[in-house]
């Protein structure tokens, strides 16, 4: 499943460069996560359009942190695109994700599961809601919070600024606390 002992950071790149920097990384070795769904695009001059992964959102990549900051910023400094460490609101520490916020996260942006979810910036939605624990169904045991929105339900987990949004019933969560 996951190790408790492990955290991610998030690299922010620009201008839509995170396939490169993925490569990037992948080249280094480095263990990363790109959320990524499938969208229809038309390529090139086909007619009919071609099922494409593509990431949900543009210029973050999470990384794993299996090295110090100042190695990982070494790292980064050896590439030609343009990236930085996503910082914590005022202050100059990285953003850290724990490994099981990451493992949840991961699974939530799973392209395989396309019911209903929804990734989006900002943290708008994080301060309202009930905090609550998914009981049943494939996602049981994340943690997030239950909001209400034209009359449906949703569950939110939200990891360094960035949420999935995840269409759920009010009965598959149980109060946290």
């Not at 239950?146 to 939200?158: D, P």
Request: positive net charge.
């Amino acid at each position: 499943m996951y190790e408790e002992k492990r955290n991610w950071l998030v690299i922010q790149t620009f201008w839509k460069r995170e396939k490169e920097v993925s490569t990037f990384l992948r080249e280094k070795g480095v263990d990363h996560f790109i959320p990524m769904t499938y969208k229809e695009r038309l390529v090139g001059s086909q007619e009919k359009p071609k099922r494409m992964l593509v990431p949900v959102i543009h210029n973050y990549v999470f990384l794993e942190k299996t090295m110090t900051v100042r190695e990982i910023s070494s790292m980064m400094g050896q590439s030609d695109i343009p990236m930085r460490l996503f910082k914590n609101k005022g202050s100059d520490a990285p953003c850290e994700i724990s490994n099981q916020d990451m493992f949840e996260f991961r699974m939530l942006c799973d392209p395989a599961y396309s019911d209903h979810v929804i990734v989006k910036e900002g943290e708008d939605d994080v301060e309202i809601g009930k905090e609550v624990v998914i009981m049943h169904g494939q996602f049981a045991g994340i943690h997030g919070r239950l909001v209400r929105k034209q009359h449906k339900y949703w569950f939110i987990k939200t990891v360094a600024g960035i949420s999935v949004m995840l269409r759920i019933t009010r009965w598959y969560c149980k109060p946290v606390g």
